[in-house]
């Protein structure tokens, strides 16, 4: 978080401090794209609508490879699925 670009250095008040950590947390779970999730917002995946968005992908892909196989070649398409097991730090045990 204070690495993010609209993190002060200081805040003013604490007041100051406690606006600007609500603003981050609502950006942070309702518009930042999270690739562990498959870049939904944590809110959309809480609420069920991962599901649609990743349906809508997964079309979107196939009727590209249809119309255009030879940008495909012999790779599969990502097919974009919901994981619910997501794990902080993997490489660590």
Do not use: C
Not at 33 to 48: E, N
Not at 50 to 66: C, D, G, K, V
């Amino acid at each position: 978080m204070k690495y993010h670009v609209t993190y002060p250095n200081a805040f003013d008040t604490l007041e100051d401090a406690r606006r600007w950590m609500g603003d981050f947390v609502h950006w942070y779970n309702t518009e930042h794209l999270h690739s562990s999730i498959g870049y939904v917002t944590p809110h959309q995946m809480r609420h069920g609508q991962a599901e649609s968005i990743f349906e809508l992908r997964n079309e979107a892909i196939n009727q590209a490879r249809q119309l255009h196989p030879e940008r495909w070649g012999s790779r599969p398409a990502k097919q974009w699925i919901v994981n619910r097991g997501v794990v902080l730090n993997p490489d660590k045990k």
